[in-house]
């Protein structure tokens, strides 16, 4: 069992999302991830800078680390990727909160199921996780559904 801390300067109980990450990553690094939450122009922004798609989505995350997908996260194996707390730094999740609230209207479920589940989504693409062959979408889904069952959030959430 690794250790998460995710630091978001918003007002947003990441605390169930570090604890359910935790129980279900290996290696002994302490982790470290950035949540950030913005509007449609910054998320707009952003996917027109890093991906080339000038367009409003809900979550963008940008992974530090290249080849984890799976494996065991252990300090030895990250001595320069360190940071000055010594956590590993997997990366940045930025989640438009506009978007998120228009699709848990359209799913029928909370805000915060929602913004839950772009998080969880977020932090799998931190850990290597993709959903571009079926295959890797079906996983991916696995793993986001296991994380949130952990964390006590199912389709219904309030």
């Known amino acids: 069992m690794t250790n998460l ?3 978001c300067e918003e007002d947003f109980d990441v605390s169930p999302v570090e604890a359910a990450f935790s129980e279900r990553l290996a290696g002994n690094a302490r982790l470290a991830a950035e949540l950030v939450f913005t509007d449609e122009e910054g998320i707009r922004s952003l996917n027109a800078k890093e991906r080339g798609k000038d367009a409003v989505t809900d979550v963008l ?16 194996d990250f ?25 848990a209207e ?4 909370s805000l915060r199921r929602e913004l839950y589940y772009l998080t969880v989504h977020g932090m799998c693409h931190l850990l290597g996780y993709d959903h571009e062959r079926e295959e890797d979408k079906a996983e991916m889904r696995a793993e986001e ?3 949130l069952a952990k964390m006590g959030i199912g389709r219904d959430a309030v």
Do not use: T
């Open 5 to 7: 801390k995710i630091e």
């Open 61 to 76: 995350s940008f992974p530090n680390l290249d080849g984890i997908y799976k494996k065991a996260l252990n300090e030895e």
């Open 79 to 103: 001595p320069y990727d360190l940071d000055e707390e010594g956590r590993l730094f997997l990366g940045s999740v930025v989640i438009c909160k506009k978007r998120a609230a228009e699709q």
């Open 106 to 109: 359209e799913y029928g479920h």
């Open 145 to 147: 559904e296991a994380v």
